[in-house]
């Protein structure tokens, strides 16, 4: 089982930026992707952008052009930078890793909080 830990979490004023990371406690293998869901309160936990071990991302619609995904590879680690944010971005936000050619795996991180009001 690989645990996943994120963090960055936090409060932050409309127009602000927060960068959020997860870390996973085993190696992801090059065969599973790693990506940030949310859940924002009485809706359904939602994409917002995901990344494959060769860099390749897809963004949701509201992430596009403000957030961006990264990874590095070295250190099992996923992170989210997020710019111009809203207060319609507020969520619980998640790390994911899921895939894998010979067993599948979906893991999912506790969430951190993430609130755009002023």
């Known amino acids: 089982q690989v645990q996943l830990v994120e963090s960055g979490g936090g409060l932050v004023q409309p127009g602000g930026s927060l960068m959020l990371s997860c870390a996973a406690s085993?190696?992801?293998?090059?065969?599973?992707?790693m990506a940030w869901y949310r859940q924002a309160p009485g809706k359904q936990r939602e994409l917002v952008a995901s990344i494959t071990s060769g860099g390749i991302t897809n963004y949701a619609d509201s992430a596009k052009g403000r957030f961006t995904i990264s990874r590095d590879n070295a250190k099992n680690t996923v992170y989210l930078q997020m710019s111009s944010l809203k207060p319609e971005d507020t969520a619980v936000y998640y790390c994911?890793?899921?895939?894998?050619?010979?067993?599948?795996?979906?893991?999912w991180g506790q969430g951190t909080q993430v609130t755009v009001s002023s």
């Open positions: 994911n890793v899921r895939g894998g050619r010979i067993i599948w795996v979906d893991y």
């Open positions: 085993k190696t992801i293998s090059s065969d599973k992707a």
